[in-house]
């Protein structure tokens, strides 16, 4: 029995999420406990009611450990990965280190759950701007083959940690005083404006956030024809990253056909009604599991084009649900042998 678990980042701001999502969703173990770096071990935590003490990561912390959920930078996640492995433990990777390895599978519980059957003790999480959207794809292309995606990304400022949450705050607080404000989790202001890059400059002027939603796109749905065209862009908004989508596929699918599609699939809720101004936004979304869609539409440029709008919080589904899902999907399929 998959039993013995260890949340390592476990006092970072995902992983904190992580361990009020295994409470909330009365994960099944026996043991369990808490990674993190040098510097965090030794803090005190609340668990389920009881206290424990996070523990330093060493090579030792796996010993007994059956699944273990990891929120860290990926330097220390290609330290760690291996060490889990080696101990007999299966790891739910959230970094960016393992996501493209050939051996590793990359699992969105809603879109590919059969691939964690090919794990050889590292699962991947996708990258959070990615996983709302291959969310939303999924039950499109199963009605029709999805042949290309167009997609601008509007994305939170929690994607780059607590550093980026308090500069939107602090810097939108120094503009209306009339302060000057010195910037360092972006490379530019946030408050009051848009800042049209995510990562570094990586292929014909497209960036490394971007060519994450390609590759990782085509990986889930184990399909390199899928051609997927990102512009990704930090906006000032605290949490919840935000999507333009359209897509092309072999047929015409409908808005009411896609409504409805959208609205049988598990993990997606529809918000569309234009004329009354509903419709998915940030502030609702947050600190909620689910793919938001509205603004629902036919692509008037294209012959057989859809396009919609998509919301969804980004350390939640982006990030720690996916990841507690994926550990879940372990334990059933553990069960179901």
Same mark, same amino acid.
């Given at each position: 029995?998959?039993?013995?678990?260890?949340? @390592?980042?476990?006092?970072?701001?995902?992983?904190?999420?992580?361990?009020?999502?295994? /409470?909330? +969703?009365?994960?099944?173990?026996?043991?369990?406990?808490?990674?993190?770096?040098?510097?965090?071990?030794?803090?005190?935590?609340?668990?389920?009611?009881?206290?424990?003490?996070?523990? /330093?990561?060493?090579?030792? $912390?796996?010993?007994?450990?059956?699944?273990?959920?990891? $929120?860290?930078?990926?330097?220390?996640?290609?330290?760690?990965?291996?060490?889990?492995?080696?101990?007999?433990?299966?790891?739910? %990777?959230?970094?960016?280190?393992? +996501?493209?390895?050939?051996?590793?599978?990359?699992?969105? *519980?809603?879109?590919?759950?059969?691939?964690?059957?090919?794990?050889?003790?590292?699962?991947?999480?996708?990258?959070?701007?990615?996983?709302?959207?291959?969310?939303?794809?999924? *039950?499109?292309? %199963?009605?029709?083959?999805?042949? +290309?995606? @167009?997609?601008?990304?509007?994305?939170?400022? $929690?994607?780059?940690?607590?550093?980026? &949450?308090? &500069?939107?705050?602090?810097?939108?607080?120094?503009?209306?005083?009339?302060?000057?404000?010195?910037?360092?989790?972006?490379?530019?202001?946030?408050?009051?404006?848009?800042?049209?890059?995510?990562?570094?400059?990586?292929?014909?002027?497209?960036?490394?956030?971007?060519?994450?939603?390609?590759?990782?796109?085509?990986?889930?749905?184990?399909? %390199?024809?899928?051609?997927?065209?990102?512009?990704? =862009?930090? =906006?000032?908004?605290?949490?919840?990253?935000?999507?333009?989508?359209?897509? &092309?596929? /072999?047929?015409?699918?409908? *808005?009411?056909?896609?409504?409805?599609?959208?609205?049988?699939?598990?993990?997606?809720?529809? =918000?569309?009604?234009?004329?009354?101004?509903?419709?998915?936004?940030?502030?609702?979304?947050?600190?909620?599991?689910?793919?938001?869609?509205?603004?629902?539409?036919?692509?008037?440029?294209? &012959?057989?084009?859809?396009?919609?709008?998509?919301?969804? %919080?980004?350390? +939640?589904?982006?990030?720690?649900?996916?990841?507690?899902?994926?550990?879940?999907?372990?334990?059933?399929?553990?069960?179901? =042998?």
């Amino acid at each position: 029995m998959y039993e013995n678990l260890a949340i @390592v980042g476990a006092t970072g701001a995902v992983g904190r999420l992580i361990r009020q999502l295994l /409470e909330e +969703r009365k994960f099944p173990y026996k043991t369990i406990k808490f990674l993190a770096s040098k510097r965090s071990a030794g803090t005190e935590i609340t668990f389920n009611g009881t206290t424990h003490t996070v523990e /330093e990561l060493t090579p030792e $912390s796996f010993e007994g450990v059956d699944i273990a959920i990891g $929120s860290t930078p990926d330097e220390a996640a290609k330290e760690f990965a291996p060490w889990a492995v080696q101990a007999g433990c299966i790891v739910v %990777d959230e970094s960016g280190y393992w +996501r493209m390895k050939e051996d590793v599978p990359l699992v969105v *519980p809603e879109v590919n759950p059969e691939a964690i059957k090919n794990h050889k003790g590292i699962i991947s999480s996708p990258n959070c701007s990615t996983t709302q959207m291959v969310v939303a794809m999924k *039950p499109l292309h %199963d009605a029709s083959k999805i042949k +290309r995606v @167009v997609v601008s990304t509007y994305q939170a400022t $929690s994607g780059a940690g607590v550093v980026g &949450e308090e &500069e939107l705050v602090n810097g939108a607080k120094a503009v209306l005083n009339g302060e000057s404000f010195q910037n360092k989790a972006f490379a530019h202001q946030i408050a009051f404006n848009l800042i049209p890059q995510i990562g570094s400059e990586k292929y014909e002027g497209y960036t490394s956030e971007e060519m994450k939603m390609v590759y990782e796109t085509q990986k889930i749905f184990g399909d %390199d024809s899928i051609k997927v065209c990102p512009t990704c =862009v930090r =906006v000032p908004v605290t949490n919840c990253h935000s999507e333009t989508i359209m897509v &092309e596929t /072999e047929r015409p699918i409908s *808005p009411a056909e896609a409504r409805e599609l959208f609205e049988k699939t598990e993990g997606i809720t529809v =918000v569309d009604n234009l004329g009354a101004g509903e419709y998915p936004m940030p502030k609702d979304c947050t600190n909620k599991n689910d793919v938001f869609i509205g603004r629902i539409r036919r692509d008037i440029s294209c &012959e057989n084009g859809l396009t919609f709008w998509c919301v969804s %919080d980004n350390l +939640r589904k982006g990030a720690a649900t996916n990841a507690v899902q994926i550990a879940e999907l372990l334990v059933r399929s553990q069960a179901a =042998v």
